[in-house]
């Protein structure tokens, strides 16, 4: 092993010293920085999210119209005095309420069983095979079964 003479020692403790000094203060910023990102991140995943509406009571609906085939269905539920969230909350009601045989249901809320026009509309899809085989792989989710809903709700 080669010796150092004494000039060189002192420039390496010299050097050593700067490091530990400086170089630990950016890296220690840099973790500082890491934890409060990281801490912001967590809070901000929510944000990111749609903000979930209060959740509405279920009204009480009337079943019209209902048709039902091997695979698929439809039904028109009645409410009266519908908002886009009963009839959303409506929707998601009747859907629970689906068997395990289906593929494929349409769920139309309307507030007379004489109106054309629907407040909302949901499609009730099983799982990603059936939402490729309906709807040509429109609807996509996160969780099966999924419900895709349009309420242009034109009177409310």
């Known amino acids: 092993m080669p010796t ?5 020692a002192a420039r390496r403790r010299k050097t050593n010293s700067k490091i530990l000094k400086f170089g630990c203060l950016p890296l220690a910023a840099i973790f500082v920085l890491v934890l409060v ?4 991140g967590d809070s901000s995943k929510d944000d990111d999210k749609p903000a979930k509406e209060a959740a509405v009571d279920a009204p009480a ?14 039904v028109d ?3 009266p005095d519908a908002t886009v969230d009963t009839a959303k909350a ?9 068997g395990d045989g289906f593929q494929d249901y349409a769920i139309t809320v309307v507030r007379s069983d004489a109106d054309k026009v629907y407040v909302c509309s949901g499609r009730w899809i099983r799982d990603e095979q059936a939402a490729e085989l309906y709807t040509g792989g429109k609807l996509k989710a996160d969780s099966w079964p999924a419900i895709d809903m349009n309420c242009p709700d034109p009177k409310g």
Do not use: C, F, M
Not at 37 to 40: D, G, S, T, V
Not at 90 to 98: L, R, V
């Open 37 to 40: 990102l990281a801490a912001i």
């Open 4 to 8: 150092i003479n004494p000039e060189q």
């Open 77 to 79: 539920l009645v409410v």
């Open 61 to 74: 609906y009337t079943v019209a119209n209902k048709r039902e085939k091997t695979k698929t269905g439809s």
């Open 90 to 98: 409506a929707i998601e009601d009747y859907a629970q309420s689906i």
